[in-house]
């Protein structure tokens, strides 16, 4: 049971560059989130599925997309990022009593 | 507009000192609160938890929290600090509906000294 895992790690784009993060889940849990992490500013939303094949906008959302296509994954995709996007990505998943579990982290350096 | 404030921004303790992190959250009728505690280069973990019931609830290593519904605080305690316990700490509010959404404080960053 590896819990909620994300992949990259790492990550350095140029200004302008496209990529895709995954995360994916192994308890079943219909709710999954996307949040960014940036130094004196806590977790903030970006995009979060209430379930598989939806999608919502979160806090701020600009800049990027997510898809559910399958109830396990949930990926965020930057389609042309900007040094404004450096920050750390947390994807998070929803258990029974709204509690969420994280996943490790990616960290994402635009230059 | 629901927000979480957490207004010790960076504390330092000497180890074996007590801690207390406050956490105030906006109104918005009924919610569930959590600590989560970030290691340094590590994830976000669940330290505690409040849905219901008693409003000290205990968590993993040695902290609780006391929910003032009054208040409208959540805050972190811990009689005695050791020096693992250096880490950012984040309160987290739920208000509930369809979607489940955490509201996140800015965090706490806690460095204790050996």
């Known amino acids: 049971n590896a819990g909620v895992t994300q992949t990259p790690k790492f990550r350095v784009l140029k200004t302008g560059q496209s990529m895709t993060l995954l995360c994916a889940q192994d308890?079943?849990?219909?709710?999954m989130y996307w949040y960014r992490q940036d130094p004196g500013m806590g977790l903030r939303l970006i995009h979060y599925s209430v379930g598989e094949g939806t999608t919502a906008k979160g806090e701020v959302p600009d800049g990027y997309n997510v898809s559910r296509l399958k109830k396990q994954n949930f990926l965020l995709g930057l389609e042309s990022a900007a040094p404004s996007q450096t920050s750390v990505y947390f994807c998070a998943s929803r258990a029974r009593y709204n509690e969420q579990f994280f996943g490790p982290g990616t960290r994402l350096t635009v230059l | 507009a629901q927000s979480v404030s957490q207004h010790n921004h960076h504390v330092i303790l000497s180890e074996a000192a007590s801690l207390e992190l406050g956490c105030n959250y906006s109104y918005g009728g009924t919610v569930n609160l959590f600590w989560y505690v970030q290691y340094p280069g590590q994830h976000l973990q669940l330290l505690l938890k409040?849905?219901?019931?008693?409003?000290l609830v205990k968590g993993i290593k040695g902290f609780e929290a006391e929910f003032i519904k009054s208040k409208f605080s959540f805050n972190l305690r811990k009689p005695s600090v050791q020096w693992s316990d250096t880490a950012e700490y984040f309160c987290?509010?739920?208000?509930?509906?369809?979607?489940?959404?955490?509201?996140f404080g800015t965090g706490t960053l806690l460095a204790v000294q050996p």
């Open positions: 308890m079943n849990h219909e709710y």
């Open positions: 987290a509010v739920n208000y509930g509906g369809a979607t489940n959404k955490l509201i």
């Open positions: 409040y849905f219901s019931g008693d409003p």
